[in-house]
């Protein structure tokens, strides 16, 4: 019962984020840091540090790695996508699912965006934002499942 309530408070925090993200471009600070310290409370609650350390430590891995991402890409996606990346490696127990977190929104991306490249040929993106946190989301979830 813990597992589903659990699942259910991440699908609807990312469901809410990413909502944010499409809309306006921006995502809540206040409440994706108190969607991760509820997360955070419940893990340790649930499994004391014996949880809640490789969960802190997955985030801070993933967090790492999309500032870097951040850095090089000369900072194309948003802040809010980087601090975003916190709360999902957070809700990955295993770290060897990191690298997966990191792949499977870029390729999202890419999905999406060559589908919009077939569907309007001659339409201009030079000037298109593609909002991050759905594909991060989505991968969150699969990852989850799985």
Do not use: H
């Not at 469901?15 to 969607?35: G, H």
């Not at 310290?37 to 540090?49: K, N």
């Not at 999406?112 to 201009?124: G, P, S, V």
């Amino acid at each position: 019962m813990e597992d589903i309530a659990l699942t259910i408070f991440i699908f609807l925090t990312c469901l809410i984020l990413s909502i944010q993200d499409i809309k306006s471009r921006k995502i809540n600070l206040p409440f994706l840091a108190a969607a991760y310290l509820a997360l955070g409370a419940c893990y340790f609650i649930a499994g004391g540090s014996g949880l809640f350390l490789p969960c802190f430590i997955n985030s801070l891995i993933l967090f790492l790695a999309y500032l870097l991402l951040w850095l090089f890409s000369r900072k194309k996606f948003g802040f809010g996508d980087v601090l975003f990346s916190l709360f999902c490696g957070f809700c990955i127990f295993e770290w060897e699912k990191l690298w997966l977190m990191l792949l499977l929104p870029v390729l999202g991306a890419i999905f999406f965006l060559l589908l919009l490249l077939i569907i309007k040929r001659k339409a201009d993106f030079s000037t298109f934002r593609l909002p991050y946190i759905p594909f991060m989301s989505l991968s969150l979830i699969v990852l989850l499942i799985l």
